[in-house]
């Protein structure tokens, strides 16, 4: 039989080197590995975003514990002064800062779960990635920003206010390459919850909506709103 190219995929939005590098994630996992790098590939995520959940798989993340371990550090407390071990369960669920922006994010309508153990977040999060993907993609950006702004804050550099790291959770979380996805952030909002949320103090929020009659017709209407309502 002759030797034919076949594409792997089509229409994905994604340049070679970043469908090399899906294939080189995939094929290093064990089968253990393979569960977790298949529901967090299909998300689609910021690439930074990919690569730090990838290490998370790999439990490559330096938190202060991880060093500690490798008797590389002496500290492994929080680097945010939690009084608390910073593992990996800690950064993603318990550190006061991430339970901080969540209860941001859920202040501004967007219902993210919260989780009372590493497992319980990763067990829901690959339930909910066939259900609600936008929800998920948050949440996975936003455990990477705060880590990030984590790094910052151990040479003592600023703590981001909740609300930026939210707002840049939401665009990265949204931002999608794919021109068959641009309208994936709409749906958002839907995912989480039934009820209208008023914008949080000093957005705006506009709710547009149109239709269209048998007679081709078109009417569009929309509303402009603040925190008041």
Not at 132 to 159: E, S
Request: glycine letters at 4%; one cysteine or more; charged letters at 20%.
């Amino acid at each position: 039989m002759e030797d034919r190219v076949e594409l792997l995929k089509w229409c994905s939005g994604k340049t070679v080197s970043a469908l090399v590098h899906e294939s080189a994630i995939f094929y290093s996992c064990d089968d253990e590995e393979k569960g977790f790098a298949n529901w967090v590939l299909k998300l689609n995520l910021n690439k930074k975003v990919d690569i730090f959940w990838w290490r998370i798989g790999k439990k490559a993340i330096p938190t202060n514990m991880f060093l500690k371990n490798r008797k590389l550090s002496e500290y492994d407390y929080c680097a945010r002064g939690c009084q608390s071990i910073e593992s990996y369960e800690h950064i993603m669920v318990h550190c006061k800062y991430m339970v901080d922006v969540i209860m941001k994010i859920r202040e501004w309508g967007i219902h993210i779960p919260i989780f009372q153990s590493l497992d319980n977040c990763l067990q829901v999060l690959k339930c909910l990635s066939a259900q609600k993907f936008g929800i998920v993609r948050v949440y996975c950006t936003m455990v990477y920003l705060p880590w990030r702004n984590r790094n910052d804050v151990k040479h003592q550099k600023a703590t981001l206010p909740c609300s930026l790291v939210v707002s840049n959770a939401l665009f990265l979380a949204t931002y999608i390459s794919n021109p068959f996805l641009t309208s994936w952030g709409t749906n958002l909002l839907r995912e989480s919850q039934n009820s209208w949320c008023p914008p949080p103090k000093d957005w705006i929020k506009i709710n547009v909506d149109a239709s269209l009659i048998s007679s081709n017709q078109a009417g569009i209407g929309g509303i402009f709103r603040d925190h008041k309502g």
